[in-house]
T-cell receptor
Framework: GAVVSQHPSWVICKSGTSVKIECRSL??????MFWYRQFPKQSLMLMAT?????????EQGVEKDKFLINHASLTLSTLTVTSAHPEDSSFYIC????????????FGQGTRLTVV | GENVEQHPSTLSVQEGDSAVIKCTYS??????FPWYKQELGKGPQLIID?????GEKKDQRIAVTLNKTAKHFSLHITETQPEDSAVYFC???????????FGAGTILRVKS
């Protein structure tokens, strides 16, 4: 099956710093990638949809200036949490949809962010 | 927008018994309904899915049923095993491979 890799798997950062999370499709090209956030013991909530070569579309209530998304190639999307605060601590998960029509989107393994 | 409700929030069954998790959705335009299994600290793993033109789909011990009129869909796991213990999420989407709206999740515990 298709493989989506996130890096890092976990990260601890100080409050006020920025953190970048990478989402790579390893064996397929992905024109669309989705970023979800999951707080402890809660469900996954879509943050934004990232399309290669264009600006991301953010869900209502998600600050686009705080969560910067770059989808510069067909195999890589990055999420940067700027000026992170403890309330940004969460599990961030990406999914990538292959370029060809009629396929599911595949999930990465997630990135655990802890802001101290 | 779409809203997906999932019940129960926790489910404990004896090994070998069946488990059923139910979801309802609000938007009649949704036409793709996947189910995911998530283990601690990992991303969700697709276990089965169904599209709106089908009423039932089965894959070994796992089956999903869909009632479009009532906007209900359910996950059925038969002959449960301890390794089935995990959190299960239902989801709905307007298009296969598009953004998903997830249910709240069900913690399934299979006791041996």
């Amino acid at each position: 099956g298709a493989v989506v890799s996130q890096h890092p798997s976990w990260v601890i950062c100080k409050s006020g710093t920025s953190v970048k999370i990478e989402c790579r499709s390893l064996d397929f090209q992905a024109t669309t990638m989705f970023w979800y956030r999951q707080f402890p013991k809660q469900s996954l909530m879509l943050m934004a949809t990232s399309n290669e070569g264009s600006k991301a579309t953010y869900e209502q209530g998600v600050e686009k200036d705080k969560f910067l998304i770059n989808h510069a190639s067909l195999t890589l999307s990055t999420l940067t949490v700027t000026s992170a605060h403890p309330e940004d601590s969460s599990f961030y998960i990406c999914s990538a949809r292959p370029h060809r029509v009629g396929t599911e989107a595949f999930f990465g393994q997630g990135t655990r962010l802890t802001v101290v | 927008g779409e809203n997906v409700e999932q019940h129960p929030s926790t489910l404990s069954v004896q090994e070998g018994d069946s488990a059923v998790i139910k979801c309802t959705y609000s938007d009649s335009a949704s036409n793709y309904f996947p189910w995911y299994k998530q283990e601690l600290g990992k991303g969700p793993q697709l276990i089965i899915d169904i599209r709106s033109n089908v009423g039932e789909k089965k894959d070994q011990r796992i089956a999903v049923t869909l009632n479009k009129t009532a906007k209900h869909f359910s996950l059925h796991i038969t002959e449960t095993q301890p390794e089935d213990s995990a959190v299960y999420f239902c989801a709905a989407s307007m298009e296969y491979g598009n953004k998903l709206v997830f249910g709240a999740g069900t913690i399934l515990r299979v006791k041996s």
